[in-house]
């Protein structure tokens, strides 16, 4: 399949957010971006058929067996409150539906999203971390605060629209109500820092309007906080980045280190007095990418209490798929650099060069080998799941949508994971994290200025 290679929106690894201002302008929902990474949606062509259960195996990993789902496995998970850390449906919506997406219904099967209600529920989700994310190329042309904004609609919209299928939460409190009640509990994530505008005000603001994480760079450094994937500008968190931190403490907003540098998961750690979360990054030493979070700070993250929550996709999780994503941002910035205003010439360069570096999609035991290793060396309490669906272009076989996380439930099981083990993995180690931070919060002298 070749959903990889196609054009598409952008999100997470995204460097590239080419947009042009006449295109911004015209269509601010719509930006001209450039694949690379973790946020998708593909143009698709129905590729992602490719991906489908009648296909199980992965050609490139023929030891690998497909997951059979055993009564045993689908009680676990029934039993379990799933909270997923990432996924970038409200993106999704905006480029295919323009904001506040008026015309689909997720009611009916949508094959061109990870992401519908029904799959939602098939899949058991409790819990859903929503991306309102913005591309980085946004707050260039001042467009990131109301862009943001428009995203957090989308996500409250979600709820309002579809009230005995989704509620909006706010605590560790409403996740657990409104997961009794049988509906999905919404919360809202902000990716990148650049939504802020280096603004405490609208942090605050954000928080009034429910954001609960909010990742503190998307793909390019700010002057507070370095990304992983651009050169360093604040060498870890600059002063500034510090108040970020606190003022996120005392409000009781997570932190997410998915996206930022290595020295800037380390100071945000140094400064950090709740634990932390990884919304939506895997571990280095299983796929070497720096998107992945490496030993030495799994292990900063086991004293600070923290979690990653692991990703899906392909691009960070497979070996080689995390070498040749690797060389696809160098390969698009110089893209980038020789055809500065010519869009469909980088793309056509670049589908051309993608086609040359293929990689293999991995499989449910592929996520379940970097849980393993997050699970030595770091524990159990400290790992979740942040899909990345309807962010990410390719993924692993039998993980192709929402519907799809019973057969990690399965997988884990077969790796020796008690239920109580399990349903840390799926859901309960984020709300001890949450918990501990709203905890952090409710001590913060009152009154003080961070
Ligand atoms: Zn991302």
Redesign the pocket.
Known sequence: MTVYHTWSSV???ALLTLITTATLMATAQRPLTVFCG??TTVETTGESGAMTMDNPADPASPKRRAIILTDQARAIHREALLIDG?NDLPWELRTKDGPGFRHIDLRRPQKQFHTDIQRLKQGNVGAQFWSAYVPVSFARKGLAVKATLEQIDVIHELARRYPDVFAMAYSTADIRRIHQQGKIACLIGI?GGHAIDNSLELLRCYYRLGVRYM?LT?TESLDWADSCSDVPKAQGLSAFGAQVIREMNRLGMLVDL??VSDATMKAALRVSKAPVIFS?SSARAVADHPRNVPDDVLRLLRDNGGIVMVNFYSGFIVPEGARATRRMFETLRELQRKYPDDEQRVREAYQQWAKQNDYPAGDVHTIVDHIDHIVRVAGIDHVGLGS?FD?VSKLPYQMHDVSCYPYLTQALLERGYSREQIHKILGGNLLRVFGAAEAVAARWPEGSTP
């Open positions: 999100n997470c690894l973790c946020h990432h990716e990742t998307h998915s996206h939506h990345d962010g």
